[in-house]
């Protein structure tokens, strides 16, 4: 954070600005003037404020006054969205699941694992809105199948899938997602990665199955490019 001093000489009053303060009234020069104009703050406009960031029904929101994706009434994007577009740009994009053309203003983000503040861009993709509440409708059959108590033998133990899901503390739509995308049996009843999963090949599959067909990285260096400042 840059912070503001009160320097009674001519130069910009934030710290570290050698600049010529020609906005008298404000004490700064154009470039920090025109900063604190736009964005209400002399500091670096990010185009995600990491501080910001707050959740809706289980789902990130980021505070983006100046992202492309932002509606007109509010100053906040869902993060998921901020992070395809960073990743795969303005589209258009397949859908993941039909393959139907789609663009931001129609599309919806899917959450492959279904860990909706699981942003990571190996687990977004594009799908349409008849496929969108259908894979919600999906999600609830499955769990009604689940009552059928279906047992899965792992690791020396065998358990329903609300209980492995109890016992990993996964949710029963991600084990049934690893199930549905071919996961080894001991890997679908693994922890998840990250800093408490075991380090091992296996996070290298979670990142291969969760993969969007190549076609999908079309826009992807030219976002990326800009991104990089
Ligand atoms: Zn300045
Ligand atoms: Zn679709």
Not at 144 to 165: D, F, N, P, Q
Request: hydrophobic share 30%; charged share 25%.
């Amino acid at each position: 954070m840059e912070t503001i001093q009160n320097q009674p000489d001519d130069n910009c009053r934030v710290t570290g600005c050698s600049g010529a303060a020609n906005r008298k009234g404000a004490g700064l020069c154009e470039k920090h003037y025109m900063r604190q104009r736009r964005h209400g703050s002399t500091d670096k406009a990010l185009v995600l404020r990491p501080g910001l960031i707050d959740h809706s029904h289980g789902y990130k929101l980021a505070h983006a006054p100046d992202h492309p994706l932002r509606r007109a009434s509010s100053n906040r994007v869902y993060e998921h969205r901020v992070v395809y577009h960073a990743e795969h740009g303005d589209g258009p994009f397949l859908c993941h699941w039909c393959s139907m053309m789609v663009t931001w203003d129609d599309m919806h983000v899917d959450h492959l694992n279904d860990t909706k503040d699981d942003n990571s861009p190996d687990n977004l993709v594009a799908s349409c809105a008849v496929c969108n509440p259908k894979r919600g409708f999906d999600k609830m059959a499955a769990t009604h199948r689940l009552r059928s108590e279906r047992r899965y033998t792992a690791h020396g133990k065998t358990m329903c899938l609300i209980e492995w899901a109890r016992y990993l503390n996964l949710s029963r739509n991600a084990i049934e997602y690893r199930l549905s995308a071919g996961w080894k049996i001991d890997d679908v009843f693994s922890p998840r990665k990250g800093r408490s999963g075991p380090a091992s090949r296996r996070h290298q599959e979670v990142g291969t199955a969760a993969r969007p067909p190549v076609g999908y990285e079309i826009d992807s260096h030219q976002m990326r490019t800009e991104m990089v400042r």
